[in-house]
């Protein structure tokens, strides 16, 4: 038989706390789980536990140091030392520190399952539907909507007017209990919450009306949001504290408002910047004009060169979204498109057969260019 504090690598002076560390260590190290197949490891992980076992009940540990492994040999450990299902200590404790590697401790155990301490409560959200130029400029919007608050008739205690909540007699008020379980490494004992409180560490004999017992009650709320200038579809505004109230005296969860933005008639967005498309006519175009163009703030004057061609874009800078950090606005960005008369009477056709031929073909030099890399100079 080694010596336990050999195994865990510790002096015979080592603290308690000494002692736990060395074993979370080497636990983690040769867990069969991390080890999966490797029988030297599963011993290794026997050896250190059973160890543990010894050095961490003040008894066994003198025990051990006035006789050493004679003492815990043939039976004297309560199925030798090298039996694991000898161990009778809680070993909950050590493995809440990675339970992470373990899927949260072994059978719900550890620290993580305790139910009686302060939980924060629920986060909330709610969508509000706002307009193109609402979210370009910001707006005040009210919000109507549900939390759940503390029971005004219990002050939050679950209890009936007149009466407390009572420590639950089976796990004294701490919300958890030991269990033992069968494991193939031998009985195992475990902490878990109490199964008559929920965790809780007490029982309500009467229970609030207005609650039912859970000291919790649903309250409509009604809030003023500001909306900020230069928000975006799909964006959230944070309002913290203003979510559900927690229990046993946790802090409330956050109101999240969703933010959606009803599509613009003209405009489109990308980032801060805006986008439109203005149809105007052969004449703006060939001769050049000045054209009304559609802004946020409403109709604008721009002048367009003569010889303008169908597609061509046009930026009026400052004129888009304000930046939602306050700094400056983006542009409105808008393309031309020309618009081909139709219908024509016989006059109109003659008139512009006539103009066609006084432009010739030195008016139309793309038309010109392309069908010449395609038939060559003599083209018509």
């Known amino acids: 038989m080694k010596d336990c504090y050999e195994v865990l690598g510790v002096e015979k002076s080592a ?21 999966p197949g490797d029988k030297e490891a599963e011993e290794k992980f026997k050896e250190v536990n059973d160890a543990y076992a010894i050095l961490s009940d003040p008894e066994k540990r003198k025990k ?27 070993i909950s404790d050590i493995f809440g ?6 899927g949260g401790g072994f059978g719900g155990g550890g620290r993580s399952s305790r139910k009686n301490g302060p939980v924060r409560g629920d986060d909330l959200l709610q969508r509000v539907f706002i307009s193109f130029e609402e979210a370009a400029f910001g707006c005040k919007k009210d919000v109507k909507y549900t939390r759940v ?13 007149g009466t ?67 928000i975006d579809h799909g964006q959230r505004i944070t309002l913290r504290g203003m979510g559900n109230e927690g229990m046993r005296g946790g802090p409330a969860g956050d109101l999240y408002i969703s933010v959606n933005v009803r599509p613009h008639a003209v405009f489109e967005r990308d980032g801060f910047d805006i986008y439109c498309e203005i149809p105007i006519t052969f004449t703006d175009a060939a001769l050049g004009a000045q054209i009304s163009v559609p802004t946020l703030e ?20 400052g004129k888009g979204i304000p930046n939602i950090n306050g700094r400056g606005r983006g542009d409105l960005i808008f393309k031309v498109m020309v618009e081909v008369p139709k219908s024509l009477n016989d006059a109109q056709k003659d008139a512009l057969r006539k103009f066609a031929d006084l432009c010739g073909k030195s008016n139309y030099s793309k038309k010109e260019k392309f069908f010449s890399k395609i038939f060559g100079k003599d083209s018509k």
Not at 21 to 31: D, F, G, T
């Open 97 to 102: 520190s990675f339970g992470d590697i373990f």
């Open 15 to 35: 603290t308690d706390a000494e002692i736990k560390s060395a074993y979370r260590k080497l636990a983690k190290k040769y867990h069969p789980d991390m080890n």
């Open 64 to 90: 051990f140091d006035t006789y050493g492994a004679a003492a815990f040999e043939n039976g004297g450990m309560g199925g030798g030392y090298g039996g694991f299902g000898s161990m009778d200590f809680d």
């Open 164 to 230: 407390s909540p009572v420590t639950c007699s089976k796990c004294g008020g701490t919300g958890q209990i030991n269990v033992q379980q069968r494991t193939p490494f031998g009985v195992m004992q475990t902490t878990r919450a109490c199964d008559a409180c929920g965790g809780a560490g007490q029982t309500i004999p009467s229970p609030c009306k207005s609650c039912r017992g859970t000291g919790l009650r649903n309250v409509s709320k009604e809030l003023e949001v500001n909306i900020p200038a230069g």
């Open 298 to 317: 409403g109709k604008a004057s721009y002048d367009i060169p003569e010889g303008t061609q169908s597609g061509t874009t046009f930026t009026m800078k």
């Open 149 to 161: 608050c503390k029971c005004q008739d219990c002050s939050g205690s679950g209890a009936a007017p």
